[in-house]
């Protein structure tokens, strides 16, 4: 099958488990509402790893355009437009979204975040200054990833920030022996990923030529594992 076969597959599972297995599950997690200890730990992981990734950004935003690919229940986009950016926020989900919608709204920024459901591949999005894809890659396949991101660069003036899943001993034992949810609402699998090959393969990418990796970070907590990294065009 071709990468842009196996990119359509896994979105087509990853946009039934969203919208309509766990999106409950995941406005809890994003919440503040009352966790278990192993969702509390993904719950803190998830906010260090959103402060690594802005903190890759600049902190003054306004003029710029961001795409928040796989936009969840929209703390990240929220977060961008505090910063002063216009942000179109995108996800698979559209019960995620209209969720997010909301509380734009309650946060005040409404009015500075386009929302939409559908492929965060499309043209029809435009073109932007920076794209972050935070937790939207975890479930693809390294070559998807990089043709994924490559995809993205042809519209992206300045830089790309996005996680990974990295491939830990940890992370290999945690999935052989649980997962994040139980069975009735478990997510489809995360794809643990070697950093510096993958790191190798978008250097050599020729979607990316001018393009280099400078920023990482790497957050471990509970069963929170990921790994941020900064593409920027040279």
């Known amino acids: 099958m071709s990468a842009i076969g196996?990119?359509?597959?896994?979105?087509?599972?990853?946009?039934?488990?969203f919208d309509r297995t766990a999106a409950d599950t995941w406005k809890k997690l994003t919440s503040d509402a009352p966790l278990g200890r192993i969702r509390a730990s993904v719950r803190a992981g998830r906010d260090a790893m959103r402060a690594s990734l802005l903190a890759m950004l600049p902190d003054d935003l306004a003029g710029r355009r961001i795409l928040d690919?796989?936009?969840?229940?929209?703390?990240?986009?929220?977060?961008?437009?505090?910063?002063?950016?216009?942000?179109?926020?995108?996800?698979?989900?559209?019960?995620?979204?209209?969720?997010?919608?909301?509380?734009?709204?309650?946060a005040g920024q409404g009015a500075a975040i386009r929302f939409e459901s559908g492929d965060m591949l499309s043209p029809a999005l435009g073109r932007f200054d920076h794209v972050v894809l935070m937790d939207s890659l975890i479930h693809y396949e390294p070559g998807d990833a990089a043709a994924t991101l490559a995809g993205l660069a042809e519209r992206t003036g300045r830089s790309i920030v996005f996680t990974l899943a990295p491939k830990t001993p940890m992370l290999a034992a945690m999935h052989r022996v649980g997962r994040l949810f139980p069975r009735s609402d478990r997510a489809p699998s995360i794809v643990p990923v070697a950093i510096d090959r993958f790191s190798r393969t978008l250097t050599t990418s020729q979607g990316l030529t001018g393009w280099r990796v400078e920023r990482q970070k790497r957050v471990m907590s509970g069963f929170y594992k990921s790994h941020g990294m900064e593409l920027v065009r040279a």
């Open 69 to 106: 690919a796989g936009c969840g229940t929209g703390a990240m986009a929220i977060a961008l437009a505090e910063r002063g950016a216009e942000v179109v926020a995108i996800d698979l989900s559209p019960t995620l979204v209209s969720h997010a919608r909301e509380l734009a709204v309650v």
């Open 6 to 17: 196996t990119y359509e597959v896994r979105r087509g599972e990853i946009e039934t488990y």
